[in-house]
């Protein structure tokens, strides 16, 4: 959700309230699975696969859980990386956007 500073509007069904983006193309019968990696220099990384659509869904997906979690990330090979052990909170996310989302690995 971006700030906006509308000051005036003359348009009649003007709503101030902030519209949030959807990811448009995403089907809802997604079945994730949320790991948790370990990776060079003792980082954790959250990991959500199982992802089946194209690319640039899938971006606007890691976009949006990224942002949620206040961390960064990448997509990277079907899969969404996000810094951090942050899975509870992914998995939240994903639930409440309505896809099928379980905890799976370490």
């Not at 079945?31 to 992802?51: A, E, M, N, P, S």
């Not at 089946?52 to 890691?62: M, T, Y």
């Not at 899969?79 to 370490?106: C, H, M, W, Y």
């Amino acid at each position: 959700m971006m700030k906006q500073n509308i000051v005036y509007s003359t348009h009649p069904e003007f709503s101030a309230e902030p519209i949030e983006k959807e990811a448009p193309g995403i089907n809802k019968t997604q079945d994730f699975r949320v790991h948790l990696d370990r990776r060079g220099g003792g980082k954790i990384v959250t990991i959500v696969r199982g992802y089946k659509g194209n690319k640039q869904d899938l971006n606007v997906l890691g976009k949006l859980l990224r942002k949620k979690c206040g961390v960064g990330g990448s997509v990277k090979d079907h899969e969404i990386l996000v810094q951090g052990n942050v899975r509870d909170k992914v998995l939240t996310i994903l639930i409440e956007k309505g896809f099928s989302a379980k905890p799976s690995g370490g």
